[in-house]
């Protein structure tokens, strides 16, 4: 077991950089909605409700939200019925369908009944011991599957030992993630009020084998009175609903409307928990214009860092990264214009690097692309 444990650790990284069809965020065609627990897994318990009902219903609901409104876009549910479905079922239904975004939705529970509010979760590290609770909590299904040990290859959801694996994934997805992540956290806080927890990484089996953008939603705390009232509703279930169909519209049409420019979704974010704890940009490269807008084309992240003169960046010149939430973010060229950039990123492109985007500094600094225009217009 401890042998295989040990090959995961190596290939499972390089199964995510070697993907066949990277997201190239060409355009949102296919959705998956998954209802997280159901059938003789009933999730968290709140006073009045289990949690298995309470994401079906959501899930329905939101569902319908975006067959209605976005005509182009084919809605796949991993449920639609009060059924149990495995873990790794779920990330299979997403791999087979060729989905391009994978949205697992779930009530958040605490022992104590105070918790408040929502937060979304991305594939990631772990080291918030409290993000690790909520974790080892989804992942618990598992245990209600049979076969579990062949199937997770003896992983132990309760042990925190079985997480370290999930800090060597490569997450192929992470941006893309985090972007739809902010998205949904943006509209839950506005369009239904609620407590704000902030976008989170933490290691989800059901996350985990997704070849696509995927998210974990914690709706409310079914385990808070005044949550569970809300979620248990008809109305606040549409308005959850709501959220998450607005965040997909957004991210939909910002990857469409900036994907042929090359360029970055740019859509409304919300607070990112990371390892080093909304750690600020870090740039490690010489700024060739001091107080001025630069250019660049970001190509690569990486959870470890990689020197700049390695042989994988054979073709690609004036290499530096920057590091920003955890991760190491790494760009070629430093162009005083954003379409000398354009004109590097086809160059990158054909280096292999098909998601390959324009991104914009200031003063060192990441900044966004339309801050960046604004600097740059007479």
Same mark, same amino acid.
């Given at each position: 077991?401890?042998?295989?444990?040990?090959?995961?650790?190596?290939?499972?990284?390089?199964?995510?950089?070697?993907?066949?069809?990277?997201?190239?965020?060409?355009?949102?065609?296919?959705?998956?909605?998954?209802?997280?627990?159901?059938?003789?897994?009933?999730?968290?318990?709140?006073?009045?409700?289990?949690?298995?009902?309470?994401?079906?219903?959501?899930?329905?609901?939101?569902?319908?939200?975006?067959?209605?409104?976005?005509?182009?876009?084919?809605?796949?549910?991993?449920?639609?019925?009060?059924?149990?479905?495995?873990?790794?079922?779920?990330?299979?239904?997403?791999?087979?369908?060729?989905?391009?975004?994978?949205?697992?939705?779930?009530?958040?529970?605490?022992?104590?009944?105070?918790?408040?509010?929502?937060?979304?979760?991305?594939?990631?590290?772990?080291?918030?011991?409290?993000?690790?609770?909520?974790?080892?909590?989804?992942?618990?299904?598992?245990?209600?599957?049979?076969?579990?040990?062949?199937?997770?290859?003896?992983?132990?959801?309760?042990?925190?030992?079985?997480?370290?694996?999930?800090?060597?994934?490569?997450?192929?997805?992470?941006?893309?993630?985090?972007?739809?992540?902010?998205?949904?956290?943006?509209?839950?806080?506005?369009?239904?009020?609620?407590?704000?927890?902030?976008?989170?990484?933490?290691?989800?089996?059901?996350?985990?084998?997704?070849?696509?953008?995927?998210?974990?939603?914690?709706?409310?705390? *079914?385990?808070?009175?005044?949550? #569970?009232? &809300?979620? $248990?509703? /008809?109305?606040?279930?549409?308005?959850? =609903?709501? +959220?998450?169909?607005?965040?997909?519209?957004?991210?939909?049409?910002?990857?469409?409307?900036?994907?042929?420019?090359?360029?970055?979704?740019? *859509?409304?974010?919300?607070?990112? #928990?990371? &390892?080093? $704890?909304? /750690?600020?940009?870090?740039?490690?490269? =010489?700024? +060739?214009?001091?107080?001025?807008?630069?250019?660049?084309?970001?190509?690569?992240?990486?959870?470890?860092?990689?020197?700049?003169?390695?042989?994988?960046?054979?073709?690609?010149?004036?290499?530096?990264?920057?590091?920003?939430?955890?991760?190491?973010?790494?760009?070629?060229?430093?162009?005083?214009?954003?379409?000398?950039?354009?004109?590097?990123?086809?160059?990158?492109?054909?280096?292999?690097?098909?998601?390959?985007?324009?991104?914009?500094?200031?003063?060192?600094?990441?900044?966004?692309?339309?801050?960046?225009?604004?600097?740059?217009?007479?």
């Amino acid at each position: 077991m401890v042998l295989k444990r040990i090959f995961l650790l190596f290939i499972l990284p390089a199964f995510f950089i070697a993907l066949p069809d990277m997201v190239s965020g060409q355009q949102v065609r296919k959705v998956v909605i998954d209802a997280g627990h159901g059938g003789h897994d009933p999730g968290a318990r709140g006073k009045h409700s289990s949690e298995k009902d309470i994401t079906l219903a959501i899930a329905l609901k939101a569902g319908k939200l975006i067959e209605q409104n976005l005509k182009d876009v084919e809605v796949i549910y991993t449920r639609k019925t009060d059924v149990f479905v495995e873990l790794f079922r779920r990330a299979r239904i997403a791999n087979e369908a060729r989905a391009d975004l994978f949205i697992s939705i779930h009530c958040n529970a605490n022992p104590s009944t105070s918790p408040y509010g929502a937060e979304t979760y991305v594939m990631g590290l772990d080291r918030s011991s409290a993000n690790l609770a909520v974790a080892q909590a989804e992942n618990a299904a598992i245990l209600l599957e049979d076969d579990y040990h062949v199937q997770y290859e003896g992983f132990d959801p309760s042990s925190p030992e079985g997480y370290i694996f999930f800090s060597m994934l490569q997450n192929a997805f992470l941006d893309q993630s985090l972007n739809l992540a902010s998205g949904i956290q943006h509209h839950m806080r506005t369009g239904i009020n609620i407590n704000d927890r902030g976008v989170k990484q933490a290691g989800f089996l059901v996350l985990y084998k997704t070849t696509m953008p995927s998210v974990l939603v914690e709706t409310g705390f *079914i385990s808070n009175l005044k949550e #569970e009232k &809300v979620l $248990n509703s /008809d109305e606040g279930q549409q308005r959850y =609903a709501e +959220a998450i169909f607005r965040a997909v519209r957004d991210y939909k049409q910002s990857v469409e409307r900036y994907a042929n420019a090359g360029k970055p979704p740019q *859509i409304q974010s919300a607070p990112v #928990e990371t &390892v080093e $704890n909304n /750690d600020k940009n870090e740039n490690h490269a =010489a700024v +060739a214009n001091p107080n001025k807008v630069s250019f660049k084309v970001q190509f690569m992240i990486s959870k470890h860092e990689i020197s700049t003169t390695s042989k994988q960046f054979k073709g690609i010149e004036n290499i530096s990264y920057y590091k920003h939430q955890g991760m190491y973010k790494y760009t070629a060229g430093d162009l005083a214009t954003e379409k000398e950039a354009l004109e590097l990123r086809k160059h990158i492109v054909k280096q292999g690097y098909n998601d390959a985007f324009v991104v914009a500094f200031k003063d060192g600094s990441r900044i966004s692309m339309e801050e960046a225009r604004q600097w740059c217009t007479p």
